[in-house]
């Protein structure tokens, strides 16, 4: 009986350079397919790259008391606060990225959230303390804005004693008043009525400088926001009915305020989902009010 075998030569050819080519040439698209399939399971989303960082990064403004103020190491304030509960419900650690405050928000949205800025540090995940505006939605597309957190308002801060009563700006003629260097406040109040009280106005570096000066004797009213005259109320140590804060409408300020939230990348859909719901649950749970209170401000509707 004959036997049929691969002759040693006829062996050798599947181990010549031309079979290996053409075994390549079946093999790569299987082998490519293959690490594009993997490569796309291991992509994470943006919330789960966070989580695998195990890191929350959140901007907040340097020199911004009573959101956040003081040494870099060692942030104090409201936004830190709020910022600190929000990474504990989310289970992660928190990491502050300070900022100085650019020339418009729209920098500052630019540089901390979807960019980074041109020195090399940002973006972070969330930014806090930005006005929810529509028309500031609407010129940085790049970023979601949401989740107000409060309502930011102008008040007069007065000593009852000398301006009993605030009805227009009228009842301030005559009296020493101070606001913040810079502000559109200032500026308002300066300007109004042909600069009827611009004589009268003392400007300070903050608005926490200027409600001190009415606590103590240098001013009879500081027009600032009630963020700031409350929280230096809360550290006077005489709790008088003394001093007074009163709504005092002037043209270009919006009497109602407007209200402060997080902003985050446009894309961060999981991320803003899970923000969102993080902040329903401090607010839920009374956390939140606990916030507010231990800086000595009132958690106002946003």
């Known amino acids: 009986m004959s036997q049929s075998f691969l002759r040693p030569d006829k062996c050798l050819k599947l181990t010549t350079p031309s079979f290996k080519r053409r ?31 195990g890191v929350l990064k959140v901007a907040v403004y340097k020199d911004n008391p009573p959101f956040s103020d003081g040494a870099v190491t060692d942030m104090q304030g409201l936004d830190v606060a709020i910022a600190q509960a929000l990474a504990r419900q989310l289970q992660l650690k928190l990491t502050l990225l300070p900022f100085d405050a650019g020339e418009n928000m729209g920098d500052d949205l630019r540089n901390m959230v979807w960019k980074g800025h041109y020195l090399g540090y940002g973006p972070a995940d969330v930014m806090m303390n930005v006005p929810v505006d529509k028309y500031l939605m609407q010129q940085n597309r790049q970023v979601l804005i949401f989740s107000p957190y409060m309502r930011q308002t102008q008040v007069l801060l007065h000593d009852a004693n000398v301006i009993p009563k605030v009805g227009s700006a009228e009842d301030l003629k005559g009296f020493k008043l101070a606001a913040e260097r810079g502000t559109g406040t200032a500026s308002v109040l300066m300007a109004h009525h042909g600069g009827m009280l611009m ?86 749970s009374g956390e939140l009010l606990a916030i507010f209170k231990s800086h000595g401000m009132t958690l106002t509707t946003p």
């Not at 993997?38 to 919330?47: F, G, K, P, R, V």
């Not at 409350?230 to 006077?236: A, I, Y």
Request: charged share 15%; net charge positive; hydrophobic share 50%.
């Open 199 to 284: 004589s009268q106005v003392a400007l300070f570096s903050t608005g926490m400088d200027a409600a001190r000066a009415v606590i103590d004797g240098k001013a009879s009213a500081a027009f600032v926001m009630r963020s700031q005259a409350e929280s230096v109320l809360s550290k006077t140590l005489s709790q008088s009915p003394r001093w007074m804060l009163s709504p005092l409408a002037l043209p270009g300020i919006p009497e109602s305020g407007w209200p402060l939230g997080m902003a985050i990348k446009s894309d961060y859909k999981e991320l803003a989902q899970a923000l969102q719901k993080a902040m329903q649950e401090l607010r839920s």
């Open 23 to 53: 075994a390549l040439a079946l093999l790569l698209p299987l082998v490519l397919g293959w690490s594009t399939s993997a490569a796309h399971a291991q992509e994470l989303t943006d919330l789960a790259k966070i989580r695998a960082s």
